[in-house]
């Protein structure tokens, strides 16, 4: 069993970040941007945890990271974007379109601060709302059964 914290717009909250890390003590990150200084530095106080990310639009001057990720956890295929570059605050299907055609389970994005999960025809689309407000997301992997929520500290 894999328990994965998701985060997104932190936005140089790094106590915070830090406080809901210790609340749940993943065994994975997942971050969608707009805050990745915050990722990285836990990622220096807690360097056992394997962490996913990408930066945002206000990570513009980040050049160690890239916009988009692909990648599997135990069989579940995740396409991790921050989600300006698909227009997120005034529609989704762009960012459908695309988890389809990459053949991804689920799709995590952020940049709206808000909360949002879906699941339609095999696809779920995320968004654990911002971490600089408290909110975030966990997604547990169990073998073939998933279960994503979200939290708010």
């Keep these: ?51 996913y990310t990408v930066k945002g639009n206000c990570d513009f001057f ?24 698909y227009n997120v605050k005034r529609e989704l299907e762009s960012l459908e379109i695309v988890g389809r055609r990459l053949k991804a389970d689920i799709v995590i994005y952020g940049h709206t601060h808000r909360e949002y999960i879906s699941e339609k025809e095999g696809l779920i689309m995320f968004n654990p709302g911002a971490a600089e407000d408290g909110k975030y997301g966990i997604l547990i992997i169990d073998g073939s059964n998933v279960k994503l929520f979200h939290k708010q500290i």
């Design 1 to 51: 069993m894999k328990k994965i914290l998701i985060l997104s717009d932190t936005h140089s909250n790094f106590n915070k970040v830090l406080n809901i890390f210790e609340i749940e003590k993943p065994d994975i990150v997942i971050a969608a941007g707009d805050g990745i200084r915050d990722i990285d530095e836990l990622s220096y106080v807690y360097n056992t945890v394997k962490y």
């Design 62 to 85: 980040d050049r160690n990271h890239e916009e988009e990720n692909l990648f599997d956890i135990d069989g579940v295929k995740i396409f991790l974007t921050h989600g300006h570059l």
